[in-house]
């Protein structure tokens, strides 16, 4: 009776000294997976963006684009418009936009226009040098160069959970829009489906 | 006396052993008391005040109170409109309480050694909804519905999951039938009118289902009236007839809404919900002594409150949409099988040490005597010391939530919200076509 009774009181004794341990902090590389509560992170939107660049640029309106573009630039203009987030998770779509418009970039096939902020702030920037800055080095107004496609999304999810084990399916849609007709140019989707064990 | 029992040999263990259970109680049990102070300082001088004296008096903010802390502080911000502040500590929350189904062996020994404040605060089921509300109240006053949206979906999740672990159990709290009729809401001010509806028609379910039962709160007619509207805008025809059957007392007209006008809706909160009570028995027999204490939250009677929203000659009378107190009440029935075993388990245990401490005291003096006759009864004395109820829960929450809609012609408009004859909001709005505007003023 006496030993079991040293048992628990040991572990009594651990368990309080079990909350007294410092914190400590690793740097580490960007680019290493961490997938710490199994829920979407940098790395999903990396992979992602490049996943589904690569499969819009491999598309059939690219190699239809039209060669006779007058003034315009001999590749197509796309502008990232709003990816929007349809799931159970508080998800920065800024910050897959720009991992999009990253890759895009990088691809050298396509020219991205600014939108959202990021033009609001181009504009204001301009007319704030039409006042202030020397006219000779000043922005001209009326030459940005219109997009001829718009690229929008939404990210959907779907979470099941039996115990401590916790499966969240993504489901990333992305399409492009011609800008003048209006018609749908590319339509594409990628899943990811991961399984947590809380 | 007292010298020859601490002579004892491994006297270091049960000393430790019940300091332990002291230092436990020093740091969970006084939530009760520090939140009522705050509760009344919220009340008298404010809410700064409030969150000062939280924030100085909230003993465990790190250790197993971390939660607790995390809700009371989030909803304290929350209530003094500082929402950037609040989303940050409720999405901290949030992840805690769901990555809370860890097994902490440490804890769980101390509990049994002394009482289930030794374990970390586990919120309870309407608690872990209420999170999930806050935040959405939050993103919905900083004009972010899209990730008010977020936590209605979070909310489904977790109901699913929620109901998933009681099995064939049971339990009364399955889902909540305001927190889904204000999703609805947040949807249908998003242009979302299918989900809406799907929201609205679970809402009339589990009023009627589970809160008429339990709650003596039935669908309200507002709900109703909402389903029977969108059945309508969205061309549901045979189900606005199955509908309208179920309820021919409600008033066609009220159905229409000139998709010219605006509408604001108002989600006011009332009152705290009470904090738990401990109901104990001790017993002594045979020199030792026997206790145990369990929480309950007291039946105590409440006037019905009168909500009302009006601009120029349009008014409405709310109604009563959330009644939390009655929900912790029923919940904390729904556990109480739960920590009754728990609390046997420990007086079993505690018996047990203080057995075996009087074995110990006889086997080292060689005799039956006071000596060991002493150290039994001392163990079981600091047994029945430590035997505390666990009294921590969410204190800051509502004690109820009333609503009601508005519909008002575009423009801008003065909008005066009265809770029982007495202004609880009045404010100039936009009122824009087809939109619905959100408030959120407290009625005291």
Redesign the interface.
């Known amino acids: 009776m006496t030993s079991k009774l040293l048992l628990p009181v040991l572990f009594v004794v651990l368990a309080l000294a079990a909350g007294c341990g410092g914190r400590e902090v690793t740097r580490t590389d960007p680019d290493t997976v961490t997938d710490l509560s199994g829920y979407w992170n940098e790395t999903d939107a990396g992979m992602v963006a490049d996943s589904m660049v690569a499969q819009c640029l491999k598309g059939e309106w690219l190699t239809s684009f039209a060669s006779s573009r007058g003034e315009r630039p001999d590749r197509p203009v796309v502008v990232v418009g709003g990816i929007y987030n349809k799931t159970s998770e508080h998800i920065d779509t800024d910050l897959f936009m720009n991992e999009i418009e990253r890759s895009l970039l990088e691809s050298g096939k396509v020219l991205i226009a600014a939108g959202g902020t990021s033009r609001m702030e181009a504009r204001s920037e301009r007319e704030e040098q039409s006042i202030f800055a020397a006219s000779e080095t000043a922005a001209e107004f009326g030459r940005e160069v219109g997009a001829d496609f718009v690229m929008t999304g939404r990210i959907g999810s779907i979470v099941d959970q039996e115990g401590d084990t916790r499966s969240i399916y993504y489901q990333v849609n992305l399409e492009l829009v011609d800008v003048e007709t209006a018609l749908k140019t590319w339509m594409g989707g990628i899943e990811i489906k991961k399984i947590i064990d809380l | 006396m007292r010298k020859r029992i601490i002579r004892i040999p ?1 006297r270091d ?2 000393a ?2 019940v300091l ?1 259970a002291l ?1 436990t109680l020093a740091c969970g049990a006084g939530h009760t008391l520090t939140m009522g102070s705050v509760v009344r300082t919220l009340d008298s001088d404010g809410i700064d005040a409030a969150v000062e004296e939280f924030r100085e008096s909230f003993g465990d903010s790190t ?1 197993r109170n971390r939660l607790l802390y995390l809700m009371e502080l989030g909803n304290l911000y929350r209530l003094a409109g500082d929402y950037p502040t609040a989303v940050r500590l409720f ?1 901290e929350a949030d ?1 805690l309480s ?2 809370q ?2 097994f ?4 769980r ?2 509990s ?2 002394t009482s289930d404040l030794a374990l970390e605060f586990r919120d309870a089921d309407y608690e872990k909804v209420m999170i999930n509300y806050c935040l959405a109240v939050c993103y919905a006053a900083m004009g972010d519905v ?2 008010a949206l ?1 936590e209605c ?2 909310l ?2 977790k109901l ?2 929620m109901n ?1 672990a009681y099995g064939d159990m049971g339990n009364r709290y399955s889902d909540d039938a305001f927190v889904r009729y204000f999703s609805g809401v947040l949807y249908e001010k998003a242009g979302e009118l299918n989900d809406a509806l799907v929201a609205y028609r679970r809402s009339v379910y589990v009023y009627d289902e589970f809160y008429s039962r339990y709650y003596g709160l039935p669908a309200p007619d507002m709900v109703k009236i909402d389903v029977l509207r969108l059945c309508r805008e969205l061309g549901f025809r045979s189900m606005l007839e199955e509908y309208s059957a179920s309820w021919p007392d409600l008033e066609p007209d009220s159905l229409y809404r000139d998709p010219g006008w605006g509408e604001i809706v108002v989600v006011a909160e009332v009152g705290f919900i009470p904090p738990r009570k401990e109901i104990s028995r001790t017993a002594v027999v045979n020199d030792r002594i026997y206790r145990i204490a369990l929480p309950s939250i007291p039946e105590v009677r409440r006037m019905p409150h009168s909500l009302e929203a009006w601009s120029g000659d349009f008014t409405v009378r709310g109604f009563l949409a959330e009644d939390l107190t009655a929900i912790a009440r029923k919940n904390l029935e729904d556990q109480a099988g739960r920590i009754l075993a728990k609390a046997v388990a420990r007086l079993v245990l505690k018996a ?2 203080a ?3 009087e ?2 005291v006889e ?1 080292l003096t060689g005799e039956e005597g006071i000596a060991s006759g002493m150290a039994g009864f001392l163990l079981s004395l600091a047994g029945a010391f430590t035997e505390r109820a666990d009294l921590r829960s969410w204190l800051t929450l509502p004690d109820r939530i009333y609503m009601a809609r508005l519909t008002l012609p575009p423009g801008r408009r003065r909008v005066t919200v009265t809770m029982d004859g007495k202004t609880i909001h009045s404010g100039t709005v936009d009122v824009k076509p087809g939109d619905i505007l959100l408030l959120f003023p407290r009625g005291g």
Not at chain 2, 104 to 107: F, H, N, V
Request: no cysteine; proline share 2%.
């Open positions: 491994g263990f049960v430790i052993a332990a230092a250790g999405l992840r769901d990555l189904g860890a902490k062996p440490g804890r020994i101390a049994l050694l899209e990730n977020v979906r979070r489904n999740n699913k999951v998933a047990g040490v057995e075996a401490g074995e110990l086997k």
